[in-house]
């Protein structure tokens, strides 16, 4: 169902979302044979959160002018973006169970040209903060009360052009808010075997970032992770970008994914499928 324009989602709801959420997700990249469940699943809470709570949009509407801008930098998490989306009430007839098809507005990795409700094409992991930046600075240059939020990944940091957004942002004090999807792995393991990036919220702060961090499962506390972000940049419009770390699962809900790089990227089989769905309450 649609997200209500006038109803005020409680946490519980917002969870409840957030499991139909993570069935689609399933069910999405089982159909396809191929796709990143894992980040896509330890997305979900905060997805549902923004999509049910934070965000400020009209499914009916996809581009509103004065819609908030949500980046998607690490494309390769598509399912989490088009299942958001999806349960919020975008897309019409168009079907994601039709996802990495050919001819599917659902590329694996998104794109504008053949899904225009998506505000970036990604999937080239580090330009998402790049475009992030440009889009918080042009609210501003144009006076406008959008507000612009990107999601990275930690493993992505490992890109170098993500370090040059990051201080571009930081000089001009871009009104972007980020969130880091941090749950330690990558495409080949663990972040730390593949590529040690360190405390990367501190690495964020020392170019001058305000940075927060909170439990990326808790509805509660991803929700005042936003509104305290979207307060201080109210409040303060030189507060500069900010970055939430948001400590998350691989796989979050799915006992067998969970925490396991082997589902950074594969398709559940058909038993598989069925667990997760069983798991996942459908
Ligand atoms: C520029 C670029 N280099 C390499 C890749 C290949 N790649 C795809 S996903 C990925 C790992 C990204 O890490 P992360 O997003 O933290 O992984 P997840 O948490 O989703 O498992 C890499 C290196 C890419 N998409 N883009």
Redesign the pocket.
Known sequence: MAKSKTKKYTDAEIAEEARGIRQMIVRMVHAAKSG?P???L?LADIFATLYFDVLRYDPKKPQWPERDRLLLS????SPIRYAAMHAAGFFGKQDPLSFRQLGSPFQGHPSTRYLPEVENAS????QGLSNATGLALGSRFQKKKYRVFCCI????C??GMTWEAATSAAHHKAPLIAFM?F?G????GK?KDVCDLGDLGAKFASFGWRVTSADGHDIGAIRKAFHDAIAQQDQNPDVGPQMIVFHTI?GKGVSYMEDQ?GW??KAPNDEQAAQALKELGA
């Open positions: 990143h894992g980040g896509s330890g690490n494309g390769h998490v999937g080239s992991l580090g990944s930690d493993g992505e490992g890109e999807d749950n792995i990558q495409i080949d972040t691989l790089p950074h990227g």
